[in-house]
């Protein structure tokens, strides 16, 4: 059965290829993405495909851009799919913490104030479901990601307290944790070290922090966008399915290694040499 599906972020990456695929597969689709120039863009790229999207302006930060699309789509959306995101990379001891505010203010405060708008409407009608874009990085760990990390984390609290707290309202609530994938996402993340780490300024070594940049922008970290596009263009519209949806699911077993290990990890004094 068709639904109405809002989906935020969707200017690039995984956001675009999946407002798109849902339209192609006859889902009614309100694209929202943060500025005028996306809005052009993505109704160009829906025409190319030959799909039609409703695209909005949805600035996370500019409240007037919430209560428009509220007012507009609150009351018809059947699925809103929070997928909206952003970034900081560096050393978590040394990082501005006004960079890792900006990204919980993105990816933390406005996704659940933007879940909490659309719950009161579902609670309503007594339907309704809320998807959460999170990420492996929501209980697995990178270093010199923390920003990222740290509020990917917090996403996933939230999401497993409103999963838990609003059963028997017939609202539905779940999460898509993707890995990494070949969206630029995570190479234009790793970029913004460069606007303040200095080295000899900064104490953090520098050598370990580029190993991982290059590898998060390299080829063999990354995957081909389009199978995580098809995931979640087939796991949204779906009435039933797990609250928790890791993609490629090779991950699970490496998390649940990692969490384990978490449990009898010694806190080591390793130095330098």
Do not use: C
Request: cysteine-free; overall charge negative.
């Amino acid at each position: 059965m068709s639904k109405t599906i809002l989906i935020t972020g969707a200017a690039t990456g995984l956001g675009k290829g999946t407002a798109i695929g849902l339209a192609q597969t006859g889902h009614k689709v309100i694209a929202t993405v943060e500025n005028w120039p996306q809005v052009t863009q993505l109704q160009q790229d829906a025409t190319d495909a030959g799909v039609e999207l409703t695209v909005e302006k949805l600035d996370y930060l500019e409240l007037d851009d919430h209560d428009t699309v509220l007012r507009k789509y609150g009351e018809v959306v059947d699925i809103v799919v929070l997928n909206a995101a952003t970034g900081q990379t560096g050393p978590v001891a040394e990082v501005p913490v006004d960079r890792m505010r900006k990204v919980f203010e993105v990816n933390v405060f406005t996704t659940l104030e933007l879940a909490q708008r659309f719950a009161a409407n579902f609670v309503s009608r007594g339907s309704g479901k809320i998807v959460f874009v999170s990420s492996i990085a929501g209980f697995w760990i990178l270093p010199y990601l923390a920003p990222y990390v740290a509020s990917k984390h917090a996403l996933e609290g939230i999401a497993q307290i409103m999963r838990h707290e609003l059963e028997g309202t017939g609202v539905k609530v779940a999460t898509i944790n993707p890995g990494p994938f070949r969206t630029g996402f995570n190479d234009r993340m790793y970029d913004t070290v460069d606007q303040w780490f200095e080295p000899g300024v900064n104490f953090s070594h520098e050598a370990p922090l580029r190993e991982m940049q290059a590898q998060m922008a390299g080829e063999d970290l990354q995957l081909d966008p389009q199978p995580m596009i098809d995931f979640m263009v087939d796991l949204i519209p779906q009435d039933e399915h797990k609250f928790r949806n890791v993609y490629p699911e090779k991950f699970v077993d490496d998390v649940r290694q990692y969490q384990e290990s978490l449990w009898t990890q010694p806190m080591t004094k390793t130095a330098r040499q």
